[in-house]
């Protein structure tokens, strides 16, 4: 925790107006960083019956929460480590896929994702990645102020909660958002894989190769899960002729 707050602290905040600056930008970074790991988690609980969604939504957002506490610990020791964001990164890309393919905009033919303990663990594997990120940020907006990143951590439970079961229930409705969630995980991943520390060293890449990147990415996670869900779909056929 000192080591976190250590490398991301800068001179301590001293007026009112710091202080609510501080606040307004974490409450920002919270709404749009919870907004990945609701992605993955609507994505994950959307196949499963409503009372076990329930369950799925608040495991995950605990999980995620859970994460962030843990790695607020040892986020500083993790970003020395080279690969961890092109690792996270090529994770993400899986899950993205893996849930696009999971997730074909009806109400049959439900698959694996159907099983609750499945989709937590889907869900865990990308918070272990996208927390690391959300731990970072925060902890730079509360310049070095334990309770200003406790705050921001806190807040993060009700946003992921509210925002994950809004979601599911709009891609039960509108499944073209489910394009959009598995679409949003690419750019993300893109994001992880070309700011990884390693990867900036090697290549210095540009802002806008970083930003062409992310989009190939997007487009590439859609491209993927439909190849793969047409394979799978002609699979049996074959074998059964």
Request: no cysteine; glycine share 10%.
């Given at each position: 925790?000192?080591?976190?707050?250590?490398?991301?602290?800068?001179?301590?905040?001293?007026?009112?107006?710091?202080?609510?600056?501080?606040?307004?930008?974490?409450?920002?970074?919270?709404?749009?960083?919870?907004?990945?790991?609701?992605?993955?988690?609507?994505?994950?609980?959307?196949?499963?019956?409503?009372?076990?969604?329930?369950?799925?939504?608040?495991?995950?957002?605990?999980?995620?929460?859970?994460l962030?506490?843990?790695?607020?610990f040892?986020?500083?020791?993790?970003?020395?480590?080279?690969?961890?964001?092109?690792?996270?990164?090529?994770l993400?890309?899986?899950?993205?896929?893996?849930?696009?393919?999971?997730?074909?905009?009806?109400?049959e033919?439900?698959?694996?994702?159907?099983?609750?303990?499945?989709?937590?663990?889907?869900?865990?594997m990308?918070?272990?990645?996208m927390?690391?990120?959300?731990?970072?940020?925060?902890?730079?907006?509360?310049k070095?102020?334990?309770?200003?990143?406790?705050?921001?951590?806190?807040l993060?439970?009700?946003?992921?909660?509210?925002?994950?079961?809004?979601?599911?229930?709009?891609?039960?409705?509108?499944?073209?958002?489910?394009?959009?969630?598995?679409a949003?995980?690419?750019?993300v991943?893109?994001?992880?894989?070309?700011?990884?520390?390693?990867?900036?060293?090697?290549?210095?890449?540009?802002?806008?190769l970083?930003?062409?990147v992310?989009?190939?990415?997007?487009?590439?996670?859609?491209?993927v899960?439909?190849?793969?869900r047409?394979?799978?779909?002609?699979?049996?056929?074959?074998?059964?002729?």
């Amino acid at each position: 925790m000192t080591a976190l707050l250590a490398a991301t602290a800068t001179p301590e905040l001293q007026t009112p107006w710091e202080w609510v600056l501080a606040v307004l930008q974490i409450v920002a970074i919270d709404i749009v960083l919870a907004g990945d790991n609701a992605v993955v988690i609507a994505l994950a609980v959307r196949r499963l019956e409503k009372k076990e969604r329930l369950w799925g939504i608040l495991i995950g957002s605990g999980m995620a929460v859970v994460l962030r506490v843990g790695l607020t610990f040892v986020a500083a020791q993790l970003l020395a480590i080279n690969y961890i964001k092109l690792i996270g990164g090529i994770l993400i890309l899986w899950i993205a896929v893996k849930l696009l393919r999971e997730n074909d905009g009806g109400k049959e033919g439900r698959g694996e994702a159907r099983n609750l303990w499945h989709a937590v663990w889907l869900i865990t594997m990308a918070d272990i990645t996208m927390s690391l990120d959300n731990v970072m940020a925060v902890a730079g907006a509360s310049k070095g102020s334990f309770g200003l990143l406790l705050f921001g951590l806190a807040l993060s439970i009700p946003l992921v909660v509210f925002t994950s079961n809004l979601l599911a229930k709009l891609m039960d409705r509108y499944p073209v958002i489910i394009y959009v969630g598995s679409a949003i995980l690419g750019k993300v991943g893109g994001d992880m894989i070309m700011t990884d520390r390693l990867v900036e060293e090697m290549f210095h890449p540009a802002p806008w190769l970083v930003h062409a990147v992310e989009g190939m990415l997007a487009l590439g996670v859609i491209l993927v899960a439909l190849a793969w869900r047409r394979l799978a779909r002609q699979t049996p056929r074959d074998g059964g002729e």
